[in-house]
């Protein structure tokens, strides 16, 4: 591969590997948000439901239960947006990496099988 492509590639690798490690570095921290208030949401669930009170029910709900759900159906949406973005740069490693080692292997990429 010639010099100067195989260096244009690993600048432009290194530099998709960065956004790459930021977005996983992301993901990580909405993961353990999320297993958080998915905890809240269900203790707060089982209480409601442990309780006969209609007004502490209420109160539970406003207070803790809706925006408990609330914030955990947004981390889950944003898990989901941040999934497809680790897969889109992964890609973009990933073909960097084909093609680097196409350049490298011509001969093998294009062998010719006899019979």
């Avoid at 707060?44 to 009170?53: A, E, H």
């Avoid at 898990?79 to 990496?97: A, C, P």
Wanted: glycine share 0%.
């Amino acid at each position: 591969m010639e010099s100067y492509l195989q260096k244009s590639l690993d600048e432009w690798k290194e530099e998709i590997s960065e956004v790459l490690d930021a977005v996983e570095k992301e993901y990580e921290e909405v993961k353990q948000d999320l297993k958080v208030y998915s905890y809240k949401y269900g203790i707060t669930k089982q209480v409601i439901q442990s309780t006969v009170n209609d007004e502490i029910i209420n109160n539970i709900r406003q207070l803790y239960h809706k925006p408990f759900e609330e914030k955990y159906q947004e981390l889950k949406d944003y898990m989901r947006e941040l999934d497809e973005k680790r897969k889109v740069f992964q890609m973009f490693v990933h073909k960097i990496d084909e093609v680097k080692r196409k350049e490298t292997n011509p001969v093998a990429t294009h062998a010719v099988q006899t019979f």
